[in-house]
């Protein structure tokens, strides 16, 4: 599956991936504000990630929607998007993205996660989204305001970073479809 927007392509992963994954996501600078990416982040951790991946693909309805982020000319994955823990009968699910460092601060993940709520809102009927953001990750925190997310508090030492093994307060932001029309 892909959505597409005018800079960019959001696509199911595949095998071919995992090599530009390990390219991107073999920074501290990106993984230490990243859940559950360790460091350093090896060959082997891309090939059973992409492997994940795909079998969440398998599974109708999907519960998980973990896109690689191509830049239209560049051709190659710079990032990763996702919608988790989707939960039809409430009508919820959580937002999450990374992208290469190289590409910090053009607007792409922004543009990604604008296309990835309009697919939620509109084409699978959820009602809500969350971004859980560390604390101390000033871009996420900054990208969830910009979009219209609402801070809806803090949850104190609720995550453990693999990467570097600290624990981190993680800011909570909620968006309502009918915020969202707005």
Same mark, same amino acid.
């Given at each position: 599956?892909?959505?597409?927007?005018?800079?960019?392509?959001?696509?199911?992963?595949?095998?071919?991936?995992?090599?530009?994954?390990?390219?991107?996501?073999?920074?501290?600078?990106? =993984?230490?504000?990243?859940?559950?990416?360790?460091?350093?982040?090896?060959? &082997?951790?891309?090939?059973?990630?992409?492997?994940?991946?795909?079998?969440?693909?398998?599974? &109708?309805?999907?519960?998980?929607?973990?896109?690689?982020?191509?830049?239209?000319?560049?051709?190659?994955?710079?990032?990763?998007?996702?919608?988790?823990?989707?939960?039809?009968?409430?009508?919820?699910?959580?937002?999450?993205?990374?992208?290469?460092?190289?590409?910090?601060?053009?607007?792409?993940?922004?543009?990604?996660?604008?296309?990835?709520?309009?697919? =939620?809102?509109?084409?699978?009927?959820?009602?809500?989204?969350?971004?859980?953001?560390?604390?101390?990750?000033?871009?996420?925190?900054?990208?969830? &305001? =910009?979009?219209?997310?609402?801070?809806?508090?803090?949850?104190?030492?609720?995550?453990?970073?693999?990467?570097?093994?600290?624990?981190?307060?993680?800011?909570?932001?909620?968006?309502?479809?009918?915020?969202?029309? &707005?």
């Amino acid at each position: 599956m892909k959505l597409e927007t005018q800079r960019l392509i959001l696509r199911d992963l595949t095998m071919k991936d995992a090599r530009d994954s390990l390219k991107n996501l073999n920074n501290l600078n990106i =993984s230490q504000y990243l859940l559950s990416v360790s460091y350093p982040y090896t060959k &082997k951790n891309a090939e059973w990630w992409v492997n994940h991946c795909k079998e969440q693909q398998k599974i &109708k309805p999907r519960t998980s929607y973990e896109f690689g982020i191509v830049i239209k000319p560049i051709k190659e994955v710079v990032g990763g998007i996702g919608l988790t823990h989707i939960d039809y009968e409430q009508g919820t699910a959580e937002l999450g993205y990374w992208i290469a460092e190289t590409h910090w601060r053009n607007g792409y993940v922004s543009e990604g996660v604008r296309k990835l709520i309009d697919y =939620s809102f509109n084409t699978l009927k959820l009602r809500r989204l969350t971004i859980p953001a560390f604390a101390t990750n000033k871009g996420s925190n900054g990208l969830a &305001k =910009s979009l219209g997310f609402t801070y809806e508090g803090t949850l104190r030492q609720a995550a453990k970073c693999k990467a570097t093994g600290k624990i981190h307060d993680e800011n909570v932001y909620g968006l309502l479809k009918e915020d969202w029309k &707005k």
